[in-house]
């Protein structure tokens, strides 16, 4: 198959004067690679961040933000899937707002939760299924789509949508 990056050219966005990245790449062999790409999220993010978690039914999305939170100092059991709540806030060094789209019946439904409330905050929130509510995402935000490889192994495709996110970009593949 024929991934994005194969493309020359790809996860590149041109400029008048620079060529910047938008799309960086990261494979975990194991949940603990997982919590390294967690980490580096953590320190890589704006201080208001919107990032859109995509990927089948235990790809690991929630396991994602459990690595983020972490990482600030969040206890791991306090982060669980936010599937019957909808939204769960978790306080560690950043703020942290957790969302889950799937029960939701409609676009409109995720806007009646008060989103934009959040969207604005000075928190990082994470929205799982985001490709259901996608209309109602900022244009400024970080995708992450989780790839399932194998048992243990994921796939992360972290992309940049807005200039926002270049840098979170930049300083992921810097952490390599
Ligand atoms: N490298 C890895 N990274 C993340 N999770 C992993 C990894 N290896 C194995 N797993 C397992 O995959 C599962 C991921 O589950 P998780 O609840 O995070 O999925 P999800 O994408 O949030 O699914 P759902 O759509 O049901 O909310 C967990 O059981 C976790 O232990
Ligand atoms: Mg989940």
Known sequence: MTGPTDHPGAGVERGATCTMKTEFEFV?????????????????????????????????????????????????????SPTFVLC??????????HLDTYRLKDADEFLELGVEEYFDADALTFIEWAERVEDCL?????????????????????????????????????AE
């Open 28 to 80: 975990a062999d194991t949940e603990a690679a997982t919590d390294l790409l967690g980490q580096r999220l953590a320190a890589a993010l704006p201080p208001a961040a919107v990032v859109a978690l995509s990927g089948t039914l235990g790809a690991g999305k929630t396991r994602l933000v459990q690595a983020v939170a972490t990482a600030l100092g969040v206890a791991a059991d306090v982060v669980t």
């Open 88 to 97: 769960q806030q978790y306080d560690g060094t950043r703020r942290i707002y």
């Open 138 to 174: 900022p244009a400024e935000r970080l995708s992450i789509t989780i790839h399932i490889e194998d048992d243990d192994r994921r796939r992360f495709v972290v992309q940049s949508h807005g200039s926002q996110y270049h840098s979170t970009i930049a300083r992921l593949a810097a």
